[in-house]
Antibody
Framework: QITLKESGPTLVKPTQTLTLTCTFS??????????VGWIRQPPGKALEWLAL???????GYSPSLKSRLTITKDTSKNQVVLTMTNMDPVDTATYYC????????????WGQGTLVTLSS | QSALTQPRSVSGSPGQSVTISCTGT?????????VSWYQQHPGKAPKLMIY???KRPSGVPDRFSGSKSGNTASLTISGLQAEDEADYYC??????????FGGGTKLTVL
């Protein structure tokens, strides 16, 4: 049974760096072809793909946010970490992590999401 | 990389069919058979409903179907039920380890 859970601060100040952790179970990020992605959703708005990391440490980033994002993994801890620099009020959103299976191109398991609010 | 274009809202009566379109470009929807669809109820995480254009995960009713023509993908829900009322998002692989979502469509069951 695959589960994922996001954790991190609920309140962030503008210009600060956000660090979110996705802790998962039921699969290993050392398994060939597996990936974990991050997707966010501002209140009342659409989903936006942010980043993805594969089992072999290959990575992808949203072109519009690439300069601000870093995604890493800790296979031994079953965790994926997303950092986003220079946070702005428009970054207020629910942040989700999601599983991508071997040699697939879709997100089949999602975490419950964590709401991050920007406020000075 | 712009968001895929979906109608903001669609509606239908119970038992009817509705189709939600998702228009991209030859760099995403048109270039790959890697379109997926997600259902999202208020306050909940998205749920995978269709993958690789037209395949259904185990447990998803066969009332949900997907297709693609050129740069436009479509999700059709037949035999509408009250519980189908939700937001629906398409997503496409866009090359170079990147993905793009649609703007979302709110389905109202009348």
């Amino acid at each position: 049974q695959i589960t994922l859970k996001e954790s991190g601060p609920t309140l962030v100040k503008p210009t600060q760096t956000l660090t979110l952790t996705c802790t998962f179970s039921g699969f290993s990020l050392s398994t060939s072809g597996v990936g974990v992605g991050w997707i966010r959703q501002p209140p009342g708005k659409a989903l936006e793909w942010l980043a993805l990391i594969y089992w072999d440490d290959d990575k992808g980033y949203s072109p519009s946010l690439k300069s601000r994002l870093t995604i890493t993994k800790d296979t031994s801890k079953n965790q994926v970490v997303l950092t986003m620099t220079n946070m702005d009020p428009v970054d207020t959103a629910t942040y989700y992590c999601a599983h991508m299976g071997t040699a697939t191109s879709y997100f089949d398991y999602w975490g419950q999401g964590t709401l991050v609010t920007l406020s000075s | 990389q712009s968001a895929l274009t979906q109608p903001r809202s669609v509606s239908g009566s119970p038992g009817q069919s509705v189709t939600i379109s998702c228009t991209g470009t030859s760099s995403d929807v048109g270039g790959y058979n890697y379109v997926s669809w997600y259902q999202q109820h208020p306050g909940k995480a998205p749920k995978l409903m269709i993958y690789e254009v037209s395949k259904r995960p185990s447990g998803v009713p066969d009332r949900f179907s997907g297709s693609k023509s050129g740069n436009t993908a479509s999700l059709t829900i037949s035999g509408l039920q009250a519980e189908d009322e939700a937001d629906y998002y398409c997503c496409s692989y866009a090359g170079s380890n990147s993905w793009v979502f649609g703007g979302g469509t709110k389905l109202t069951v009348l």
